[in-house]
């Protein structure tokens, strides 16, 4: 037997029993999203490399250590995406969504590939849900977001989730900080790694976000942004603040919190679950007020989050949370013989047209292989077809949980199944209805 391929280190399959819980999660997300205002948008997988070098910044680790990089076979630099935002905006700015009427409001489900060391909740690809409001500067817009996030957290059932927010400033008060951010990770200079050595000239900030034990220990002391701060951004932060308190939303502020990616401006903020061990941020986001004029576009100010959604799986189960149950069969027809096996082709097709999930078999096997079968795929009723139901058109329909059988006949099968499954006849059904 030639040998089996495994899937690469760091991605994993949803295999169809657990299939209905991601269609669960996705299937919120989109629903409370529509309510927000929020319609998806479908980016490429992969991008020109620069979209993400200048979007989320050259001195992230994103961008310097994680992404899956490749020249095509036209030599072009091409990045499967680590992330939405960049290419999101990317698409915004080419289609002209930046032009019109703001606020836009898209949100995106799908595939982010960064390599990293693959751990429980850290994956070489996973999954982001997000949402990008594109166009809206005040603090109310930032409060509706992380709204909409609690939101999504609550109506897919996650607990014990702590809310975190910081202000990082704007480019100009951000100045004066990096000189005192400079100033005190200089003294530490020879404990620093090789990398945040190279970003305290480049982007001092980036070190506060540095994974290494020693550079967080260092970090933990340095100056926090909220001190330096300028009035607008100050008074942008409170009344963000005034906003959550008015929605009701309860929160921290985390003065240590800055984001992975380059182009946060303002507002930043995470979902912290106490449920999932070291990878805990289950979501993260924040404002971008520069992001589009830095790829190309006007000066337009936006504010979003991602939310990943393996590490919210995790948490769910971790949890014990209930999943709606998945759709199961609703009958399915045992046969023998060729009239017989016609009849269950007939009667299969006439009662998926009306939406039952009903099958029969497709293998030309026995009645028991094809009972077995029909135990094992959990069907809800199960008719037996042989000549003698072929030539009377009466056949019994079998509810499995309780093994009671009804007769009925073939050419009713719509409406009997029907009352059957239902409880009540199509007629009632369509009296309902009107
Ligand atoms: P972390 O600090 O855990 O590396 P991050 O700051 O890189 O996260 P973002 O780029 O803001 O994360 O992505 C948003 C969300 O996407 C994270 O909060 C997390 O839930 C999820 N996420 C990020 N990287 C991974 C990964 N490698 N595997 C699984 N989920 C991830
Ligand atoms: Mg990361």
Redesign the pocket.
């Known amino acids: 037997m030639a040998e089996i391929i495994r899937a690469i280190k760091?991605t994993q399959d949803v295999l169809p029993q657990d299939v209905h819980k991601w269609q669960f999660l996705e299937g919120e997300m989109l629903k409370t999203a529509e309510l927000y205002g929020y319609k998806e948008i479908r980016i490429p997988v992969f991008e020109h490399t620069e979209v993400f070098s200048r979007g989320v910044g050259d001195t992230t680790?994103?961008v310097q250590k994680?992404m899956y990089t490749f020249l095509d076979k036209g030599e072009r630099s091409i990045t499967l995406r680590?992330?939405f935002t960049a290419g999101v905006m990317r698409s915004a700015i080419e289609n002209g969504l930046v032009n019109g009427a703001l606020p836009v409001k898209v949100c995106y489900i799908g595939g982010?590939y960064?390599y990293?060391k693959p751990q429980a909740?850290?994956?070489?690809e996973?999954h982001?849900f997000?949402i990008e409001c594109i166009g809206a500067s005040a603090p109310g817009a930032d409060a509706e977001a992380i709204a909409l996030a609690e939101h999504v957290l609550s109506n897919i059932g996650i607990k014990n989730l702590s809310l975190q927010i910081n202000s990082i400033g704007c480019k100009e008060c951000r100045k004066k900080y990096h000189a005192a951010l400079k100033e005190y990770f200089a003294q530490k200079e020879s404990e620093l790694c090789a990398t945040c050595l190279e970003r305290l000239n480049k982007n001092p900030m980036r070190i506060l976000?540095c994974?290494s034990p020693v550079c967080s220990k260092i970090a933990a002391d340095a100056p926090i942004m909220l001190d330096y701060l300028c009035e607008d951004c100050s008074e942008h932060f409170e009344q963000v603040k005034n906003h959550l308190n008015a929605a009701g939303l309860e929160f921290t502020v985390n003065p240590h919190i800055v984001?992975?990616?380059d182009y946060y401006t303002k507002t930043v903020f995470?979902f912290v679950s106490s449920d999932i061990g070291a990878?805990s941020?289950?979501?993260?986001?924040g404002r971008y007020d520069g992001l589009v004029a830095e790829l190309g576009g006007p000066s337009v100010e936006c504010v979003g989050?991602?939310?990943?959604?393996?590490?919210?799986m995790l948490t769910a189960e971790a949890q014990g949370a209930d999943f709606p149950e998945p759709k199961t069969c609703d009958v399915y027809f045992a046969s023998l013989g060729e009239k017989a096996t016609l009849m269950a082709t007939k009667l299969c097709t006439n009662l998926k047209r009306e939406g039952f999930a009903a099958l029969s078999d497709i293998n030309a096997r026995g009645l028991k292989p094809q009972m077995r079968y029909a135990n094992k795929i959990g069907a809800k009723f199960t008719c037996v077809l042989g000549d003698d139901e072929a030539s009377s058109g009466k056949i019994r329909i079998k509810n499995m949980a309780d093994g009671t059988e009804t007769t009925v006949l073939a050419e009713n099968i719509v409406p009997e199944f029907y009352k059957i499954i239902n409880g009540y006849a199509l007629d009632n059904l369509a009296n309902a209805v009107l």
């Open positions: 760091g680790d994103v994680e680590p992330e982010c960064r990293e909740g850290r994956l070489r996973f982001q997000g976000d994974k984001r992975g990616l995470e990878q941020t289950v979501c993260g986001g989050f991602a939310m990943g959604l393996e590490r919210l």
